[in-house]
Each structure stands twice: as structure tokens, then as C-alpha cells.
């Protein structure tokens, strides 16, 4: 089954630096990745996906991720963060599930930002 | 367009109620999903619906019953539930439930519910 491991549970940035939130998966096919954000007591908004091609990925809010297979990774960036960008990001894999695919997704990242 | 709208926003019940959650979407897709959400954590999923017909029940409670009356709605029936059912529901759709781009799903905004 397919798996996905965010290892930073708390991330705190200053506003105006850069920002790398890591993902690794483990899929056994070319996988289908994705990035969402939550903002505290709101849905999951679409930040960007990975299906082929291209490994660099641009997303929306200036976010980008890079896909690199040999380290089953697809890590999220933003050169600049702003304060607005303090919320909860997880990872997701798209594979197999009981009856049809399914989303699994990683425990999440939460992002803080220093003004 | 990309939306998934839910009703309500906040939901409070007592362990006797029936109340019902709500979730529309007018983007032509023909799967719809209905996750729970605890505090701190990924969405589960609970109920996969594909062209309108259930194809996934991971294991819920019988007190939750979802409904799909056309390709646009899903509901959530809510009966008997226990405190520990509060959470945030979250609704999404896909263009279709299969492996592929077409299944990029789109979340709403949740319904918080709280079991008194």
C-alpha cells in the first residue's frame, strides 16, 4: 500500500525567507502526488500536482514542488513566504484503494511565520 | 471553476438528533467524497461515491449514512451520533474516482460538527 511521510511536524519561518516542506512517499508505480493547504477550521485548497512530466511543478501562491524518483521525494518551495502563508500542508498520493483509488495523505506540516 | 460548496458551516447536535450535511458541486464530476477530519490530523475517508453509487464504505458506523441523490449532491445522514464523532467534515469531487489526472480532488470548506 502506498505511503506518504512529511517529517516536520512544526516549521517556523520569518517572513521574506524561503521555505522547503518535505514529503517522501512510497508508491510502487509512477505515482500521482499532491500538495494541499489548510488554513485552521477551513477546507483543503489545491496547491499543486504531480501526474508526469516536467518534475519541477509550479503551484499556485508562488509555490513550486520538485519530483525526484530516486528519493521518492516531492518537496514543496517558496522563496518568499508571507505571513499570510501560516497554515497546515499535507502531502498526498493518489493509488489503489478497497473499490476504487484513494488519497492517502501525510500527517501534515504546520507552518508558522514570524512577522 | 473549482468549487464544492458544503451547509452548513457549524453543526451542533445532541446524541438523539438526526440532522443531515450537505455538499454540491456543478463541475460536472462524478465523484464525490465525504471525509472526517479530527483535530491535528489528515482527513480520513469515509464514503466514496462513483457515477452516484457507493463504491467505498471504509468501515464507518451505521449512524452515518450518505446519500447521493444526483451527480451534483451528496448528503450525510447524522443519527445517534456520539460525542466522539465531533469533528470537521469535509466533502470533494473528482472528474472520475479512477487512477489519473482525472482524479484531482477538490475539497469544500467542512461542515464542524459538534456532538453534545
Known amino acids: 500500500a502506498q505511503s506518504v511521510t512529511q517529517p516536520d511536524i512544526h516549521i517556523t519561518v520569518s517572513e521574506g525567507a524561503s521555505l522547503e516542506l518535505r514529503c517522501n512517499y512510497s508508491?510502487?508505480?509512477?505515482?500521482?502526488l499532491f500538495w494541499y493547504v489548510q488554513s485552521p477550521g477551513q477546507g483543503l485548497q489545491l496547491l499543486l500536482k504531480?501526474?508526469?512530466?516536467?518534475?519541477l511543478v509550479q503551484g499556485i501562491k508562488g509555490f513550486e514542488a520538485e519530483f525526484k524518483r530516486s528519493q521518492s521525494s516531492f518537496n514543496l518551495r517558496k522563496p518568499s513566504v508571507h505571513w499570510s502563508d501560516a497554515a497546515e500542508y499535507f502531502c498526498?498520493?493518489?493509488?489503489?484503494?478497497?473499490?476504487?483509488?484513494?488519497?492517502?495523505f501525510g500527517k501534515g506540516t504546520k507552518l508558522s511565520v514570524i512577522p | 471553476d473549482t468549487e464544492v460548496t458544503q451547509t452548513p458551516k457549524h453543526l451542533v447536535m445532541g446524541m438523539t438528533n438526526k440532522k443531515s450535511l450537505k455538499c454540491e458541486q456543478h463541475?460536472?464530476?462524478?465523484?464525490m467524497y465525504w471525509y472526517k477530519q479530527k483535530a491535528k490530523k489528515p482527513p480520513e475517508l469515509m464514503f466514496v461515491?462513483?457515477?452516484?453509487?457507493?463504491?467505498i464504505n471504509e468501515s464507518v458506523p451505521s449512524r452515518f449514512s450518505p446519500e447521493c441523490p444526483n451527480s451534483s449532491l451528496l448528503n450525510l445522514h447524522l443519527h445517534a451520533l456520539q460525542p466522539e464523532d465531533s469533528a470537521l467534515y469535509l466533502c470533494?469531487?473528482?472528474?472520475?474516482?479512477?487512477?489519473?489526472?482525472?482524479?484531482?480532488?477538490?475539497f469544500g470548506p467542512g461542515t464542524r460538527l459538534t456532538v453534545l
Open positions: 463541475m460536472g464530476h462524478r465523484a
Open positions: 508508491y510502487g508505480a509512477t505515482p500521482y
Open positions: 461515491y462513483s457515477y452516484e453509487k457507493l463504491s
Open positions: 470533494a469531487s473528482s472528474q472520475d474516482p479512477s487512477g489519473g489526472a482525472v482524479n484531482t480532488q477538490y
Open positions: 498526498a498520493v493518489l493509488g489503489p484503494g478497497a473499490g476504487s483509488y484513494q488519497l492517502t
Open positions: 504531480y501526474f508526469s512530466g516536467d518534475t
